[in-house]
């Protein structure tokens, strides 16, 4: 099978530093799989899923997604161009942040959808769907104050999905969850993966690990362990 998503030779030294955070990275990813990327505290984890993602442009290797419309070079893009890939072709679920504030759960999740030209109502009917789906009918107009953590997440994790991204990357989605609501949103994350999503997660559980189909660690920027889970590779 060929991958969704493959690095090579991935490396990423930041300024100031004299030990890259990625040192010659290869990693491929294949569709509908579930991969963990785990490692202690400063081992490139997040360094590695910015850079996957085109949120950070590597130092040096290559990073190759395939879309609907052919292989595209993550790492050759320029600002703009990751811009409008991640908007169209991932999705994202992280800890803190990305959502808005200000807006409510279902324009939280419309406005993935309206920053691809879909018209306003239409967005917003597909993103109550969503919602819906994810139990939080009947919360589309709370803000995120209003949410618990397991409910805003459930709103990043309808958002990731409405656009129809194939890839969504998830970093330490229950870091900041209670573990009963922690399980339920990996619970969620993994339910996607089952109806054709592709995941990559950055997390320190190795309880959320273990339920993944691989596990990659990282030590000081490489990869030192890539494990499939028995039952998966069977």
Not at 18 to 38: F, H, I, K, R, Y
Not at 74 to 100: K, N, T
Not at 174 to 181: E, I, K, Q, W, Y
Request: one cysteine or more; a negative charge; glycine letters at 12%.
């Amino acid at each position: 099978m060929s991958p969704l998503l493959a690095a090579r030779g991935l490396t990423m030294t930041y300024p100031g530093s004299p030990t890259p955070a990625l040192d010659a990275v290869d990693l491929d990813v294949l569709p509908g799989e579930s991969v963990a990327v785990t490692g202690a505290s400063g081992s490139g984890k997040t360094t590695l899923l910015h850079v996957l993602a085109g949120i950070l442009r590597p130092t040096e290797g290559t990073v190759t997604l395939t879309t609907s419309g052919g292989p595209v070079g993550v790492h050759a893009l320029d600002d703009a161009g990751r811009s409008r890939l991640r908007r169209e072709a991932l999705g994202f679920v992280f800890q803190q942040g990305l959502l808005l504030d200000e807006l409510s759960a279902l324009e939280n999740v419309a406005v993935a959808r309206m920053l691809g030209g879909v018209p306003r109502a239409q967005a917003e009917a597909e993103a109550a769907n969503w919602l819906a789906a994810l139990g939080l009918a009947g919360l589309e107009q709370r803000r995120l104050g209003e949410l618990s953590g397991g409910q805003a997440q459930r709103v990043a994790i309808a958002r990731a999905q409405v656009t129809g991204a194939r890839l969504i990357f998830a970093d330490e989605p229950t870091g900041a969850l209670d573990s009963r609501t922690g399980t339920e949103v990996l619970d969620l994350l993994l339910a996607a993966v089952a109806q054709g999503r592709t995941l990559v997660v950055v997390t320190h559980d190795a309880g959320i690990a273990a339920r993944c189909d691989r596990v990659v660690e990282l030590l000081d920027g490489r990869v030192v362990t890539d494990a499939r889970r028995a039952e998966s590779a069977a």
